[in-house]
């Protein structure tokens, strides 16, 4: 069964406009740890964010923050004025504590950043 | 403080060889994890090392091995290649013990073509 899921192949916003970029995960587990990985053309994943299940408030790293509803089991990535070096795909990943340091990953979105 | 390295960063073979690609992870950080990166699959986990054993596996043939050194630098080998095994290795650290959640950092991947 798929554990996360990304919904949007692809997204196109202007610059200096706000995205949200989805992503619902299912997990059993009470105590997980969800991610925001960027991938620019060169391939390397970038860390963005990190949102503990026990976390009691959303997680944010300067233009970044995780809209996290626990109960709707989403973790949605916002990106605040939007730069023309956002452009990349976004990956969102769940890591449980039974699975050790393994991520399971979404299938990606892909951001285009137009000026 | 040095991010991940994987060496080679490109690689072409051909049908039938074997290959081997490293990986050092952030000093300090004893956990390496390993995964495949295709345009079909997605990012899958191929497994995971921690101070010099292997913890958790995902799906993948007995073609596909790895090891991990008391430095905590790691191997992966695939021997007997097929044309579906071309794809970006990603190689990921992380400092967590057993059951941590803390956040991997990933190495900029070994693209492997095979021929």
């Known amino acids: 069964a798929q554990k996360i899921t990304q919904t949007q192949p692809g997204m196109f916003v202007q610059e200096k406009e706000a995205v949200t970029l989805d992503c619902t995960y299912d997990?059993?587990?009470?105590?997980?740890?969800l991610f925001w990985y960027k991938q620019p053309s060169s391939g390397e994943m970038i860390f963005l964010i990190y949102q503990g299940s026990y976390d009691q408030q959303n997680a944010t790293e300067g233009r970044y923050s995780l809209n996290f509803q626990k109960a709707r089991k989403s973790a949605n990535l916002v990106i605040s004025a939007s730069q023309l070096g956002d452009s990349a795909m976004y990956f969102c990943a769940m890591r449980e504590p039974r699975g050790y340091s393994t991520l399971t990953f979404g299938k990606g979105t892909m951001l285009l950043v137009s000026p | 403080k040095a991010g991940v390295t994987q060496t080679p960063r490109y690689l072409i073979k051909t049908r039938g060889q074997q290959v081997t690609l490293s990986c050092s992870p952030i000093s300090g950080h004893r956990s390496v994890s390993w995964y495949q990166q295709t345009p079909g699959q997605g990012l899958q986990f191929l497994f995971e090392?921690?101070?010099?054993?292997?913890?958790n596996k995902g799906n993948f043939p007995g073609r596909f091995s790895g090891r991990q050194f008391s430095n905590s630098r790691s191997e992966m080998n695939v021997s007997t290649l097929e044309l579906g095994d071309s794809a970006l290795y990603l190689c990921?650290?992380?400092?967590?013990?057993?059951?941590?959640?803390?956040?991997?950092?990933f190495g900029p991947g070994t693209r492997l073509t095979v021929l």
């Open positions: 090392y921690f101070s010099e054993t292997q913890r």
């Open positions: 990921a650290s992380s400092a967590g013990t057993s059951g941590s959640l803390m956040e991997q950092f």
């Open positions: 997990t059993s587990d009470p105590s997980y740890g």
